[in-house]
């Protein structure tokens, strides 16, 4: 099993709504906080939002208020809820560990267009 893998993504219109599922491994999931960062085209990688292991959370200002960061330690999976999407929100969204560890999923890819 890969270490991180990341699902979810895909093509929705702007003020839509995705909802993007990591699956970690229990060792990197137990290890220090989590987050979800993105990648646009010819962008550098972002962190947008990141939660600790007691489940405090903390977002990027261009989605605080629109992407919900969550995780569940029985199944050591961590969600990003992304509402009320906007164009500038088209990315490669990766899971990783905050900070990140060298190790990157395949990511998987949001457009948002219409």
């Known amino acids: 099993q890969a270490p991180l893998v990341e699902s979810g993504g895909g093509l929705v219109q702007p003020g839509g709504s995705l909802r993007l599922s990591c699956a970690a491994s229990s060792i990197i999931f137990r290890l220090r906080p989590m987050g979800w960062y993105r990648q646009a085209p010819g962008k550098q990688r972002e962190l947008v939002a990141a939660?600790?292991?007691?489940?405090?959370?903390n977002y990027a200002d261009s989605v605080k208020g629109r992407f919900t960061i969550s995780s569940d330690a029985a199944k050591n999976t961590v969600t990003l809820q992304m509402n009320s999407l906007k164009t500038e929100d088209t990315a490669v969204y990766y899971c990783?560990?905050?900070?990140?560890?060298?190790?990157w999923g395949q990511g998987t890819q949001v457009t948002v267009s219409s």
């Open positions: 990783n560990l905050v900070p990140n560890a060298d190790y």
């Open positions: 939660i600790t292991t007691g489940g405090t959370t």
